[in-house]
């Protein structure tokens, strides 16, 4: 008897955890949690809010089913991203809004059924303190971490907007980006939160020791300096804000953009300078194509006495380029870089067939379909690596790591905000650029054609700015900085490894739980065994 109880002992599961709070009352926080969130992002920017925000989130998810915790997550995304997203009602109306907010609110949702799960299983295996105060909190955040990955790839190349590792951008946190990138920063914010969780739950809070995981992760986020890089001279960058008619829907005349950028840069004129920096969107027409244009930006080549980099529509091969050119006095020199990422439904629309019938008056508002570039995002100018990004490219890894792998030693962003003016989508981009920075441990110029403009340091800080709204210019010795920090260097691998490692671990439990229920059931009672 003893044997087969023994047995028994050993085969038998801990019972699943019960939900921590009723639906009735997880399903309005999730609510609450979605727009504490909002206010770590700018323009509040007050980033300690991220860490009571996702805290509730996981909160109302443990314990929960499939179906419920589907519903809270989704909850949590609408009330987040609804905010968040505001900013694309801005012109084109509360469809393309609505879609967007919605597409991500469901991928939130779908995500937050592995989360629960893990909640379920976990505590199942794994029911003591290494089970339930580390691994627990390790696989709920890189859940977390695999959704963000999963929002920010697809569809049609994702939308990596809103990501916990950015609402860190302005607090201690930020410079563990440098090691880990903004996945792995997002990855120990939300470990932090969930092992606090764990650790409230536990109903310990007397047993000191029990809190050593989560303030370990704590003192690595707030002690772990900035990877350093190497300094490598500096360079002078002229950086031109024209404040034109750049919008889609704004009234202009003809190279009304280009004029008004030509205006802005006139007190450069006669200046001692590197390169001049216009912002995508700066020019009206081809210069490629159009000799007039060409001709202007010769001109103003000449009259700085350096290079101007621009960005402007180019056609080559009956295809259409958002693309980034270095241009002389004689005209273009070098490489062009062309958008990698182009935004769906805003610079090219996919399988228009389909979607035409759902919205056709704001479909065919978008007659052009830029096409994505493949060449490497870098411009060599006499010898000095510059890593570009255009618009939103900013807010994909690839990007600014393969500028980085390829030997940028200075970051120029080139951007057009003038259809979000009004809201707080500069703001947010600008975000990503500063963290972008302190990532890479380089310099950016985040240049846009209406603002919010600035010059910012490898170690995040600002240099230089100009206020949205206004046209005027900056000339700034911009540091530049040579070697890799880990983060460009592991941050693939980091991504893996914290994504697709946790559904892997995810599953594991799954199956654990599956084969020992499946033991427990046909392990004989004393009764059953005739003892």
């Known amino acids: 008897m003893s044997g087969v109880s023994a047995r028994a002992g050993r085969l038998r599961l801990a019972a699943a955890p019960p939900p921590v ?82 597409l991500e ?9 592995p989360i629960a799960l893990a909640y379920r299983w976990m505590p199942r295996i794994a029911p003591g303190t290494l089970g339930r105060l580390v691994l627990l909190p390790a696989l709920v955040a890189g859940l977390w971490t695999l959704r963000e990955q999963i929002v920010g790839s697809w569809p049609y190349g994702g939308f990596p907007w809103g990501r916990i590792g950015v609402s860190q951008v302005n607090g201690p946190f930020a410079e563990v980006a440098s090691w880990v990138g903004m996945s792995g920063l997002s990855f120990l914010v939300v470990m932090l939160c969930a092992m606090a969780i764990e650790y409230v739950r536990s109903g310990r809070l007397r047993r000191l020791t029990r809190a050593v995981p989560a303030a370990i992760v704590l003192v690595v986020l707030l002690s772990l300096p900035q990877f350093p890089t190497t300094a490598a001279g500096s360079l002078r960058v002229g950086a031109v804000q024209g404040n034109g008619p750049a919008g889609y829907f704004d009234h202009r005349t003809r190279n009304a953009v280009l004029n008004a950028q030509l205006t802005a840069s006139v007190p450069l004129f006669g200046q001692k300078m590197d390169v001049l920096l216009w912002p995508e969107g700066g020019v009206d027409s081809d210069p490629t194509s159009n000799p007039a244009t060409a001709a202007a930006l010769d001109e103003l080549s000449r009259r700085v006495n350096a290079p101007v980099l621009l960005s402007a529509v180019t056609e080559r091969d009956s295809q259409l380029f958002n693309s980034s050119l270095l241009w002389t006095q004689d005209g273009q020199r070098g490489g062009t870089y062309d958008k990698r990422h182009p935004v769906p439904f805003g610079e090219y629309v996919p399988d228009r067939a389909f979607w035409e019938p759902f919205a056709p008056d704001l479909i065919g508002l978008i007659g052009r379909e830029y096409t994505p570039g493949t060449a490497p995002p870098l411009i060599d100018l006499n010898g000095v690596g510059i890593g570009l990004a255009i618009c939103f490219d900013v807010i994909y890894d690839d990007v600014v790591w393969d500028g980085a792998a390829e030997g940028a030693q200075v970051y120029m962003f080139q951007t057009n905000n003038a259809d979000f003016r009004g809201t707080d989508e500069n703001l947010q981009q600008l975000a990503f650029a500063r963290m972008r920075a302190i990532e890479t441990g380089r310099s950016v110029v985040n240049l846009s054609t209406v603002g919010t403009s600035e010059v910012i340091a490898p170690d995040g800080a600002t240099l230089d700015q100009l206020p949205i709204d206004v046209a005027g210019h900056m000339l700034t010795d911009v540091p530049l900085r040579e070697g890799l920090t880990p983060a460009v260097v592991i941050g693939p691998a980091v991504k893996i490894v914290l994504g697709w490692g946790a559904i892997a671990a995810l599953l594991a439990a799954g199956l654990v739980v599956a084969i020992r229920s499946r033991s427990t059931r046909k392990t004989p009672t004393p009764e059953r065994a005739g003892v």
Not at 105 to 113: E, G, H, K, R, V
């Open 105 to 113: 609110a469901l991928l939130t949702a779908l995500f937050a059924a």
């Open 21 to 102: 709070l009723r639906l009735a009352f997880a399903a309005p926080l999730s609510v609450v949690a979605g727009l504490l969130l909002v206010t770590a992002f700018p323009a509040l920017a007050w980033w300690p809010m991220a860490l009571p925000a996702v805290g509730l989130s996981l909160v109302v998810l443990a314990g929960r089913g499939v179906w419920s915790s589907m519903l809270v997550g989704f909850l949590f995304g609408a009330a987040f991203f609804s905010v968040n997203l505001l900013f694309t009602a801005r012109y084109l109306g509360w469809i393309p809004w609505m879609a967007l907010s919605m």
